[in-house]
């Protein structure tokens, strides 16, 4: 699916080295006619281990039937909290639920935006920050040239990368060479710390 991002991005002193190393890019759309339902996962598991919110999603699915909006907003907060979510996800999940049933959000839409009309939408939900709707972009939809500069692992990444630490302003000017498939190349500089 990258075949013409791996091939620029090849010529790059820092991502060429890990593209030799680490193959292809494995980040593929995932298309949903809603993505209402994907959305709670990601709150859900925001801070927690993947085992962890993987049991919290099972008893949020049990508690709540088909994850639709409607039907989240009919579940009593406790039930909620007693899946394992924590007061302030309850919050989150049941806003992000609100502003879908109203048409403020309009989930089953979000792939046809652009990466900032999709940014401007979701963190409009409380819970859902830029770093959340980034990862989204990345690894929801595919869009290839988001670079999450707020991510830990890019900028412990790119310190290994290239010895020195930079701060956001330096690593978004970094970044720029990438231009535009920077996703592609955040991808490489987490498997260079062997993240995926």
């Not at 292809?24 to 209402?36: E, G, L, N, S, T």
């Not at 309009?106 to 009309?117: A, I, Q, R, Y």
């Not at 401007?120 to 670079?147: C, H, N, Y």
Request: aromatic share 10%.
């Amino acid at each position: 699916m990258w075949e013409e991002a791996q091939k620029a991005l090849l010529k790059d002193k820092y991502i060429g080295p890990l593209i030799r190393k680490y193959g292809d890019c494995d980040i593929k759309p995932r298309r949903y006619d809603d993505y209402f339902q994907h959305l709670c996962g990601s709150i859900i598991s925001q801070q927690l281990s993947g085992k962890a919110a993987d049991v919290i999603f099972r008893r949020f699915k049990d508690a709540v039937g088909e994850i639709k909006p409607k039907n989240v907003l009919k579940i009593d907060d406790r039930v909620l909290r007693n899946c394992g979510l924590s007061w302030a996800k309850v919050g989150y999940i049941k806003d992000l639920a609100l502003k879908s049933e109203s048409g403020e959000l309009k989930t089953e839409k979000l792939g046809e935006l652009s990466d900032v009309e999709v940014e401007r939408e979701l963190m409009a939900v409380k819970g859902i920050g830029r770093w959340s709707a980034q990862m989204f972009l990345m690894f929801t939809l595919a869009g290839p040239d988001v670079f999450p500069s707020g991510d830990l692992g890019i900028k412990n990444g790119l310190k290994k990368l290239t010895g020195k630490k930079l701060g956001v302003e330096e690593m978004n000017e970094f970044a720029d060479r990438w231009k535009p498939y920077r996703t592609i190349a955040s991808w490489y500089i987490w498997r260079s710390l062997d993240n995926r």
